[in-house]
């Protein structure tokens, strides 16, 4: 694009109505928003991927669990989020195993339920600010197609007065709210792509979560048969 066009698309978003101005602002205020979540998102994911292979190896790898979660209660601002499943599940099946008469059921039962609870807690801190994206992705749209419907509107009202109207008078009037619309196209786009992305990727590290909680937790049943 040259410094013309360049020029010249200004133009347009200046001379646009004050509506029109208005759906623009708000439009390139969300898409600086969706940006800002993407690029949170993809750091966030990047990070609990690496944090959940790496304790992956360190557990199946033979390590004692006793010292696996000492390393997590000592390292907890550091722990990635199935570290934290991990911590929440044996914390709870050694506080029941140390009390008498505790069934080997209910022992597993408990560390199941405090494992599900982080693993809840957890999901929940890796999907915020999905929903931001899913919204931006779906209503952009429809609001820049608010903002054209508006501008051609009032592109037509102004030549309520003219005799003749040319193609070269209507034309500034749809060519701005027209603005409209690609800023719509241009926030919600990258937030639908973004938005399928990360769930993807968060599904997949649910269903690791999900498995590991189901293998951790024979490994428990049968230190509790013991």
Not at 30 to 37: P, R, T, Y
């Amino acid at each position: 694009m040259n410094v013309t066009s360049d020029i010249e698309i200004w133009t347009l978003i200046v001379n646009a109505s004050m509506v029109v101005k208005v759906v623009m602002f708000l439009l390139l205020a969300v898409s600086f928003m969706s940006w800002m979540f993407i690029f949170q998102k993809w750091f966030s994911i990047q990070r609990a991927n690496s944090q959940t292979d790496k304790f992956e190896r360190e557990f199946w790898s033979g390590n004692d669990l006793n010292s696996l979660y000492q390393g997590a209660v000592n390292n907890r601002h550091r722990i990635g989020s199935l570290e934290r499943v991990f911590e929440a599940g044996f914390r709870e099946f050694a506080k029941l195993r140390g009390q008498r008469g505790s069934d080997p059921s209910d022992m597993v039962d408990g560390a199941r339920r405090a494992m599900r609870a982080t693993f809840q807690r957890e999901m929940d801190f890796l999907e915020r600010h999905l929903s931001f994206l899913a919204s931006t992705g779906s209503v952009s749209p429809y609001v820049g197609l608010f903002g054209t419907v508006w501008g051609i509107m009032h592109a037509f009202r102004s030549l309520a007065n003219v005799q003749q109207a040319t193609l070269a008078q209507v034309a500034p009037g749809i060519a701005e709210a027209l603005v409209a619309t690609a800023i719509g196209l241009f926030a919600a786009i990258p937030a639908v792509v973004a938005y399928n992305r990360y769930s993807h990727d968060i599904e997949r590290l649910a269903n690791r979560f999900e498995s590991f909680m189901e293998e951790f937790s024979n490994i428990l049943h049968r230190q509790a048969v013991r």
